[in-house]
């Protein structure tokens, strides 16, 4: 009788502790706290949010590269019940901390190619377009966009972006996935008087302004979404919806971009592709529509994440 009674003890004791601990199924990362100067946290799907400073590593190349996803979960198993909560009130940073690179695709949906540019629809492309977001141009999800400078053509992008796991080069459209880390949301905001009207047509110039790219708030496992090709995303101006699609409509998908990507430049854990917009930004509005100060963006992708932004002049920035 005495035997059973401590087996019964310890049964309910390692029952207890086993609760007290979150399930690491449905984990998010994310990164807190002031601009660059984040931490590194998870959320669980009850909500619940831990600063995991204590292991020792922000989620940067270094961590992708040595399987540090399943170390941090690994982790977590033993450290979780020790690690401070994060309040609601803390500032989100980018989930990802300062990649390597920011990959950016081009007309990637049917509708927004046909679309065009000023109303004027362009053609579908043959093979995937690329160009670069400025790493210096990541910030928070709900940080200010900061309408830069002399700029008078300030335009949205709502995007799902996908985060690299793993170094990527010559890879093959079946082994492709393999290399994903997980998903995010990225607004890619644009200058469109710089990236489509200045001499050389370079994209770039007008991608890469501060706060062009806010990312997150998650990092969501890519176990957690079941099908990336089949995820809603929208965007909100002032409350009005001016995209509303689906990443069904992508031209080129996710193993596709990666294989494409990797055969020009080599891809490194963290690195982030943001895989291009559907239809309804403000350029190709007749007339077009363009963001100015006071103006409220809302933009969200199913099953990864929200964002909001409040876009404010450059003289009127504190995030600049």
Request: aromatic share 10%.
């Amino acid at each position: 009788m005495k035997k059973i009674s401590v087996l019964l003890f310890i049964q309910i004791f390692c029952l207890s502790l086993f609760a007290q601990q979150p399930e690491n199924t449905g984990l998010k990362l994310f990164r807190f706290g002031p601009f660059e100067k984040e931490k590194p946290a998870v959320e669980y799907p009850n909500g619940r949010r831990l600063d995991v400073s204590a292991f020792g590593e922000d989620y940067n190349e270094n961590f992708f590269a040595t399987n540090g996803i399943a170390r941090l979960q690994k982790w977590l198993a033993a450290n979780a019940v020790k690690c401070p909560k994060v309040s609601a009130n803390e500032r989100y940073g980018s989930c990802v901390a300062r990649p390597s690179k920011i990959v950016a695709i081009g007309l990637n949906y049917v509708e927004h190619a046909k679309e065009g540019a000023g109303g004027v629809p362009m053609t579908v492309p043959k093979e995937p377009i690329i160009f670069m977001k400025s790493t210096t141009a990541l910030c928070g999800p709900f940080d200010n966009a900061i309408i830069p400078k002399n700029s008078k053509k300030m335009d949205w992008e709502v995007e799902l972006a996908v985060i690299i796991g793993k170094k990527a080069s010559y890879v093959s459209e079946a082994d492709a996935m393999n290399y994903v880390a997980g998903y995010s949301v990225l607004n890619d905001y644009s200058e469109r008087e710089w990236q489509l009207e200045k001499d050389g047509s370079q994209w770039d110039k007008g991608k890469s302004a501060d706060s062009f790219a806010p990312l997150g708030p998650y990092m969501v496992l890519t176990q957690n979404i079941k099908d990336p090709h089949d995820l809603k995303l929208w965007l909100k101006v002032n409350g009005k919806t001016v995209q509303n699609a689906t990443t069904k409509d992508m031209i080129f998908n996710i193993s596709n971009l990666i294989s494409y990507i990797s055969r020009h430049m080599t891809l490194l854990p963290g690195d982030v592709i943001s895989t291009g917009t559907p239809s309804g930004v403000g350029n190709a509005m007749k007339p077009p529509v363009f963001l100015r100060d006071g103006d409220v963006v809302e933009l969200g992708v199913e099953n990864v994440g929200i964002q909001k932004q409040t876009v404010v002049a450059f003289e009127n920035a504190t995030n600049k």
